[in-house]
């Protein structure tokens, strides 16, 4: 569970920000820079267990496959109870052709094929649930630092995005730019008309790089820039 | 929605998934011959004489005891269900009154008051807040949408500076615990307010 959540990346992301000063192609054509702008210093005082409130109060809730789950175990309980105590009344209601069933579970033997694969897909139902109930997920929101166990702030993906990709296009030079979040890392397609390009792919990282130290997320994200020339 | 709700999910998940990868692996155990034959042999029909026996010899009590399980198991699906729709949102709060006797505040004044609050700050768009817990323990959850070009430090020095410690003082409360959603460059929706 502590492996999802990051602090420990923060100390490294101070050390290794000596990353590449100069990527600009000869040609006009595209520059990936590596992700290794210098994070701005924290506004707030950082606090691991306040991070650590953010990062859980937004994990999924696994509802889906609860409710799923959950309606089946209510359906063969019912259906079982159903027949059993109507029989035990003396009326029986026969929803399920369990004559039908008894006959074939009285000549199947334990190893035939469909018993064996019913097995496994059972198992494999069970093995499905377990992953549910372990994996932590990604969460429903981004998790802000707030150094405040008692303040749990959490800001949509796609405002995050967005608002990344408008401080990307600010930078002079660029007409327009897209940001996607792949994991944690912030991928931005930046497009500029401009001939000479020189430094701009860093100028884009920059601003972005600001903008998420403002918006101050728990997370380090690393900020890849990708520049279309013209 | 609430948190133990989510916790409840997961240990749920687990032991029913845990349950059926028993199931499955005792069931391909027997049917790969893995028990002794004597015992429990890979070869012979999955209902066979000893177990019709066993049912013809407690009848019908073995039933009852089928149909006991098969109610029990219906009423943990029924609950399990039930409890999704929880919500631990909070229309009044009791304060303590001393001997005068008990008040209750109405946790939509409240709310509607730091919605207020928290939208005064020219960052901030808009918000709604609803109050969660019990009355001794009063949380808020809220939400909020913020100008896109707004520091997050906006929100936060609005909250935990100015809304929240009202709202410690209006309920008499040491610490009120919130949740902000917060979405940058919307309006919040008014039909999705916080549960």
């Keep these: 569970m502590t ?22 192609p000869a040609a006009p054509g595209t520059a990936s820079v590596a992700p290794s702008a210098p ?16 990062v859980r109060a937004f994990r999924p809730r696994r509802v889906i496959p609860a409710v799923i789950t959950a309606v089946v175990m209510t359906a063969i309980g019912v259906l079982v109870a159903l027949e059993v105590i109507s029989a035990l009344a003396g009326h029986p209601l026969r929803l399920l052709p369990y004559d039908r069933m008894l006959t074939w579970a009285s000549s199947t033997p334990w190893s035939d094929r469909q ?49 990344l990709a408008h401080a990307a296009e600010r930078v002079r030079g660029v007409d327009q730019a897209k940001v996607r979040l792949v994991g944690k890392t912030v991928r931005v397609d930046a497009h500029s008309a401009v001939r000479d390009t020189t430094g701009l792919a860093d100028a884009v990282r920059e601003a972005v790089t600001a903008r998420i130290a403002a918006l101050s997320p728990v997370w380090h994200h690393p900020v890849h820039v990708h520049l279309r020339g013209k | 929605m609430h948190d133990k709700t989510a916790r409840g999910n997961r240990l749920g998940l687990l032991l029913v ?12 155990a027997r049917g790969a011959g893995a028990f002794p034959p004597a ?3 890979a070869r012979g029909p999955l209902v066979d004489a000893q177990t019709r026996a066993a049912f013809a010899r407690y009848d019908p009590w073995l039933w009852w005891v089928v149909a006991a399980a098969a109610i029990v198991l219906a009423l943990f699906g029924l609950r399990w269900l039930l409890v999704q729709g929880r919500s631990r949102r909070l229309s009044g709060i009791r304060l303590d009154g001393g001997p005068a006797g008990i008040t209750e505040v109405d946790a939509h004044s409240v709310t509607d008051a730091a919605a207020a609050e928290a939208g005064s700050h020219p960052s901030i768009i808009g918000a709604t807040a609803a109050m969660t817990g019990t009355s001794e323990h009063p949380a808020v959850r809220m939400r909020v949408a913020v100008v896109e070009d707004a520091p997050m430090s906006a929100v936060r020095e609005q909250l ?30 008014p039909r999705r307010a916080v549960t």
Aim: cysteine-free; proline content about 7%; overall charge neutral.
């Design chain 1, 3 to 24: 492996s999802h959540e990051p602090f420990s990346e923060h100390v490294s992301g101070h050390v290794s920000d000596t990353g590449p000063t100069e990527e600009i």
């Design chain 1, 39 to 54: 994070r701005a210093p924290d506004e707030v005082v950082r606090n691991a267990s306040a991070d650590r409130a953010a």
């Design chain 1, 115 to 163: 018993v064996m694969a019913g097995a496994g897909l059972v198992g494999l139902l069970g093995l499905l649930l377990v992953l549910f109930a372990l994996i932590p997920g990604r969460p429903t929101l981004i998790p802000v630092r707030t150094g405040d166990k008692d303040l749990v702030i959490g800001m949509q993906r796609r405002g995050f995005a967005r608002s």
């Design chain 2, 17 to 28: 998934g845990l349950a059926l990868m028993a199931l499955s692996a005792l069931v391909m």
């Design chain 2, 39 to 41: 015992v429990a042999s």
């Design chain 2, 160 to 189: 935990s500076g100015v809304v929240i410690p009202h709202m410690r003082q209006a309920l008499e409360t040491e610490r009120i615990p919130a949740v902000a959603r917060v979405t940058l460059g919307d309006a919040p929706h």
